[in-house]
């Protein structure tokens, strides 16, 4: 876990205090939406009230890549920052936590993929500041960073890799409109879920993990369908931080191993492609995760479905929601089925070498993957539908 957590509403207001312990200028890594809601100036305001002087990269757009970092790099090398705030969804807070171990480590980032290079230095001090309630990057040791070159997403997971410091304000979310909100909502429960049946969960993580699904399951579609209620919001902020505590202490599985090849080669936002897998999968790996399964639907309740098995109440539970939030299937996000089809066996290929899969209860094979892909690329969300 990060250092420091604040929590709550407000509790941004803590960001020039917060930067004074560990530096002097901050560069804030951040997009250009971000600016424009005003949410940039606030922070350079409060850290200006506290003598911190600021930098910022503005140009983070969609999913994170390595020329997201080398540019931020350079702008840290030339204003001398010492200090770094990412400030927006899981795509600003990942490309800080690269920026933060090459400012003193040096190196591509891709270099420190799968225990090639560890980090030797200190990173710089990384505040994270989330404006959305999904990726919970903001207390993890993970950053996925995509390599333009092999159109590859980059899981790297070291502990230098978490921020110092996480400021988790649910005021900050009521910017999102209804299909982000959606889209990390489902991203933050996928994560709770998949910590929660992955081979490495453990008990401290099943706590988090449980508390995160209640937390997002009773709140998301109230946040979704009215997104000034602020008790949604906070339930839904708290929920994504417990989730990515979660699953940095374990693991995902193959949801997420499976999503990375699709956000990498067509562009589909990470938190949406989880959403459109994560029903399908947990079909897939049902069998194997009876148990857990079982204790996520006593949870849930009967309220979603009129299943009166657990098990089963919690696959067609997390289905109707997808339903109702009107996450789309691959073919409505608009990629072309025959494209896919000419890929589908790269994206096997990257899924199962980014090692996520081996910690589903049911590992699948490259063929196994394959025919997820192509079962989730019309998949519709309806008691009706099934896959292998």
Not at 44 to 63: G, T
Not at 317 to 329: E, G, Q, S
Not at 350 to 361: C, F, H, I, T, V
Request: glycine share 8%.
């Amino acid at each position: 876990m990060p250092s420091a957590i604040f929590y709550g509403q407000g509790s941004f207001q803590k960001v020039g205090e917060e930067a004074g312990l560990r530096g002097n200028r901050a560069l804030i890594i951040t997009d250009k939406i971000m600016d424009s809601l005003g949410y940039v100036e606030q922070c350079r305001e409060n850290l200006s009230e506290h003598a911190i002087q600021s930098s910022v990269y503005l140009d983070i757009d969609s999913e994170p890549t390595d020329t997201y970092v080398e540019e931020s790099l350079q702008i840290f090398s030339n204003d001398q920052c010492d200090l770094i705030i990412s400030l927006g969804g899981g795509s600003c807070i990942d490309t800080a936590k690269a920026v933060s171990i090459l400012a003193s480590n040096g190196g591509y980032i891709g270099d420190y993929m799968g225990g090639k290079k560890n980090v030797t230095q200190d990173p710089i001090p990384h505040i994270a500041i989330p404006t959305t309630a999904g990726t919970g990057s903001e207390a993890t040791d993970v950053t996925v960073i995509t390599n333009t070159s092999t159109e590859v997403k980059m899981m790297i997971k070291q502990p230098a890799f978490m921020p110092e410091a996480a400021i988790v304000d649910p005021l900050l979310t009521r910017s999102s409109p209804k299909s982000v909100t959606a889209a990390t909502g489902v991203d933050a429960l996928s994560h709770a879920l998949e910590a929660y049946i992955s081979r490495k969960a453990h008990p401290m993580t099943d706590v988090l993990a449980l508390s995160a699904m209640e937390l997002i399951i009773k709140n998301i579609r109230q946040a979704y369908f009215h997104g000034d209620d602020l008790e949604a919001r906070e339930a839904m902020s708290l929920g994504a931080l417990q989730a990515g505590i979660a699953f940095s202490n374990s693991s995902v599985c193959l949801v997420h191993g499976m999503s990375r090849p699709i956000g990498a080669l067509f562009h589909v936002p990470h938190g949406l492609s989880n959403a459109m897998l994560l029903p399908a999968v947990l079909e897939f790996s049902q069998e194997n995760c009876q148990e857990q399964l079982t204790k996520i639907g006593e949870i849930v309740g009967k309220d979603d479905t009129a299943e009166t098995n657990p098990a089963i109440r919690t696959v067609e539970t997390v289905k109707k929601l997808c339903l109702d939030l009107d996450i789309p299937n691959l073919k409505e996000w608009g990629i072309e089925e025959e494209k896919f089809k000419q890929v589908t066996d790269k994206m096997a290929e990257d899924a199962l070498a980014s090692g996520s899969p081996g910690n589903n209860p049911r590992v699948p094979t490259k063929e196994e993957v394959k025919e997820l892909y192509q079962a989730c690329y019309d998949y519709r969300f309806t008691k009706n539908t099934t896959v292998i």
